[in-house]
């Protein structure tokens, strides 16, 4: 591995602060994108595809370190080589005082992974990274050329922190919801390191067609699917308390920013379960709050409160092991508000041209709770369930539900 001594730095950005805190043995905090061909990846190009992308993305030849009262990124040129994957998805990157990469490329078969600890950058950025390279990868193996209309994002632009370029101190209208104790999963849990992981795969074309149907978004859907799944097998006693989702909003839909890093905020869509409750009701329900919580006003709302803390005198200026103690605490009580996690990362666009190759796109993260990710690449909608839990119920229960709906086969 060389290393050079660029020791260019630079400061998290707002989201990115939490992760370094809340990684450990129980969530590595990393998640993994990866593009699926029809054909078994070559090393030799990939490694090629990777060393013509990186270039062009700066930000990621970074490593993690410790300042006194912040963490920092600081450049290094350190090359990084693909390798053949044979650990554990999402397995743990960024390692206490160690000065590597934030990020790996691995391949298996005709799978081509990207994964990266989640202060680096957010999902929207790992996909366009991974996107590039499967581009390059496809163009060089099969010596296609495929117009693009992209243009090239300046290392200004890329390490933006679009948080503080769009923090507005003005007064806010009040919060919708207010976060309250949810309902928490219990049961047998899997080995700190391993985490269950089931992958599901569906025509975009059906799901959007039954969604439409429901007169709701995708999204909207899946969300009501999930909490229909965890009430199916909850206690009256348990049902005291609100199921909630917590789900990410990329920033990026409500200002402008070609940011590589960072920006995304989140809403919280909880749901009351009955003993009559119906799945149209908590459609319904849902589709409600998703308009409530996606307006304008609201998303500014939560993204200038988490700059406000960030901001704060008294935080700003404290040492960072007595930082990292009281962000312990606030990570701790706001998971205690959330029963699971929904993160949609929508449309992969790649051109035509390479559709011929191309079997799907992916998303996997770790977590310490239970987790759909998705996304989706011309016609195919793929999303996985990551669990910590050893009882599939809430999984099954998903996948019978997509069945008896005739979006799953």
């Known amino acids: 591995m060389k290393t050079g001594k660029s020791k260019k730095r630079r400061k998290l950005d707002n989201i990115a602060l939490a992760f370094p805190v809340a990684a450990g043995k129980k969530d590595s905090r990393v998640f993994r994108v990866y593009c699926e061909l029809k054909e078994p990846v070559d090393p030799l190009l990939l490694q090629n595809a990777l060393e013509n992308v990186r270039r062009h993305y700066p930000m990621f030849q970074s490593v993690l370190k410790r300042g006194n009262f912040w963490f920092y990124f600081e450049k290094r040129d350190i090359k990084p080589f693909i390798r053949r994957d044979r650990k554990t998805p999402c397995s743990p990157l960024y390692r206490k005082d160690q000065e590597t990469l934030l990020y790996e490329m691995s391949y298996d078969g005709n799978r081509i992974n990207f994964e990266v600890f989640h202060a680096l950058t957010d999902g929207t950025g790992a996909i366009r990274f991974l996107s590039e390279i499967v581009s390059a990868y496809l163009d060089k193996k099969y010596s296609l050329t495929a117009s693009s209309s992209a243009e090239p994002v300046s290392e200004a632009a890329q390490e933006e922190d679009s948080f503080s370029r769009n923090y507005s101190p003005k007064n806010w209208p009040k919060q919708v919801r207010k976060s309250g104790l949810a309902y928490q999963i219990r049961g047998k849990r899997v080995r700190q390191s391993d985490m269950g992981i089931t992958e599901c795969t569906l025509s975009v074309r059906k799901i959007l067609e039954k969604a439409r149907d429901r007169g709701v978004s995708i999204t909207v859907y899946m969300t009501s699917v999930l909490l229909w799944a965890i009430a199916d097998d909850m206690t009256e006693k348990q049902k005291k308390r609100p199921v909630v989702i917590m789900i990410p909003v990329n920033l990026r839909n409500y200002y402008r920013s070609e940011s590589m890093g960072n920006f995304f905020g989140w809403m919280e869509i909880?749901?009351?379960?009955?003993?009559?409750?119906?799945?149209?009701?908590?459609?319904?329900?849902?589709?409600?709050?998703?308009?409530?919580?996606?307006?304008?006003?609201?998303?500014?709302?939560?993204?200038?409160?988490?700059?406000?803390?960030?901001?704060?005198?008294?935080?700003?200026?404290?040492?960072?092991?007595?930082?990292?103690?009281?962000?312990?605490?606030?990570?701790?009580?706001?998971?205690?508000?959330?029963?699971?996690?929904?993160?949609?990362?929508?449309?992969?666009?790649?051109?035509?041209?390479?559709?011929?190759?191309?079997?799907?796109?992916?998303?996997?993260?770790?977590?310490?709770?239970?987790?759909?990710?998705?996304?989706?690449?011309?016609?195919?909608?793929?999303?996985?369930?990551?669990?910590?839990?050893?009882?599939?119920?809430?999984?099954?229960?998903?996948?019978?539900?997509?069945?008896?709906?005739?979006?799953?086969?």
């Open 270 to 409: 909880e749901y009351r379960f009955r003993e009559d409750t119906t799945f149209e009701e908590v459609l319904a329900h849902v589709k409600l709050r998703f308009k409530e919580e996606l307006d304008r006003e609201q998303v500014a709302l939560r993204m200038n409160r988490l700059v406000n803390i960030e901001k704060n005198p008294a935080l700003k200026y404290m040492p960072l092991g007595l930082k990292n103690f009281f962000l312990k605490i606030g990570i701790w009580a706001g998971s205690r508000n959330v029963t699971a996690v929904l993160s949609n990362l929508g449309a992969v666009i790649m051109p035509e041209i390479y559709e011929p190759y191309i079997d799907r796109f992916g998303v996997i993260t770790s977590t310490d709770k239970i987790q759909i990710c998705a996304c989706s690449c011309y016609d195919i909608f793929h999303f996985s369930i990551t669990s910590k839990f050893a009882d599939t119920g809430i999984q099954d229960r998903i996948l019978e539900f997509l069945r008896q709906e005739g979006i799953l086969t």
